[in-house]
């Protein structure tokens, strides 16, 4: 017998995430990951002929769950800027029908977010008092609100170019997320001391180059759907200790590792832990003798976990 699934628009996941401890259904995936009950296969990025844009699908399993999934996620190449959507898919392991096609641009967000989260938590170190936020959208406020508890920061600076563009309204909401938050006029101040420097960013090339930083710090970076998109230079890899989200997908999709073991000698190898790894204890917590540098692509499980949250709130 076919089913049809249940449609979940943006706004009623907007609504239902917040019911739910998303860094906490996160940890448990990667869990999973390390324990053998969860599958995550590599991205699938399939272009649009005569460059009109790309598809990436996203696709996981949570065995012990007994559903798997895909995100689907164009980049239309238009006139007016790109435009890109997410849709995720979820399905069951047990009848083999469709559950929950849910739009995913929320998902998306508290994801990327709370995959940083979790990294924050088990990488910065200890006694980490600064903390700097470079981007201002959706993405990096909701960075900041999962990560403004994990440590006992004495100060929250936020800097993005397009601040100066924006209204008094959105830079309220910005300056309420915390009252340890603070606007910084530019990107130098918002760096200044940092001992954790989240990239929230949706540039295709490198807004930070690590060497400007006074200090060794956690470097954490967020992946858009432009190709070989990067937030750090690709050769600085090789001067810092690198951690990803799953080592096993991550440097075939990230730009600034493609481009760094095509033209600057580095190697996948050369990645010191995954989250699996971390949160299994099966890698050490970093030294701090260099940088420390976080990359996530955003994975197919993170999507599928949360989506099958959504559809048990919702069932």
Not at 10 to 16: K, S
Request: aromatic share 6%; hydrophobic share 45%; net charge negative.
């Amino acid at each position: 017998m076919s089913s049809t699934p249940y449609v979940m628009t943006q706004a009623q996941a907007r609504e239902l995430l917040a019911q739910v401890d998303v860094p906490q259904i996160l940890r448990k995936l990667f869990r999973d990951l390390a324990a053998g009950q969860a599958v995550q296969p590599a991205q699938q990025l399939v272009e649009f002929p005569k460059g009109a844009g790309d598809f990436i699908n996203y696709l996981g399993v949570l065995a012990e769950d007994q559903v798997y999934g895909v995100k689907t996620s164009p980049y239309i190449v238009r006139d007016q800027g790109p435009l890109v959507t997410a849709w995720t898919l979820l399905m069951s392991m047990q009848t083999g029908q469709p559950l929950l096609l849910c739009d995913a641009a929320e998902l998306t967000t508290a994801r990327t977010a709370a995959t940083t989260a979790v990294a924050v938590d088990a990488l910065a170190p200890p006694q980490a008092r600064r903390l700097a936020v470079i981007g201002s959208g959706a993405v990096a406020r909701a960075h900041v609100q999962f990560v403004k508890d994990l440590r006992g920061w004495q100060s929250i600076h936020l800097y993005s170019p397009g601040l100066k563009h924006k209204s008094a309204e959105a830079l309220a909401c910005l300056t309420e997320l915390d009252p340890r938050l603070q606007l910084a006029d530019s990107l130098e101040a918002a760096l200044h001391d940092a001992d954790v420097v989240m990239l929230c960013t949706s540039s295709a090339k490198a807004v930070l180059d690590p060497q400007t930083l006074g200090k060794p710090a956690l470097i954490t970076s967020i992946s858009t759907n432009a190709p070989r998109a990067h937030e750090v230079p690709p050769q600085s890899l090789n001067d810092m200790d690198v951690f990803c989200d799953y080592r096993q997908t991550t440097p075939g999709s990230a730009g600034e590792m493609l481009i760094a073991g095509e033209q600057h000698g580095w190697d996948a190898s050369r990645i010191v832990g995954d989250l699996p790894q971390l949160l299994s204890e099966r890698v050490a917590r970093p030294d701090y003798e260099r940088h420390v540098f976080f990359r996530s692509i955003g994975l197919g499980l993170e999507d599928v976990a949360l989506a099958n949250a959504l559809y048990r709130l919702n069932n």
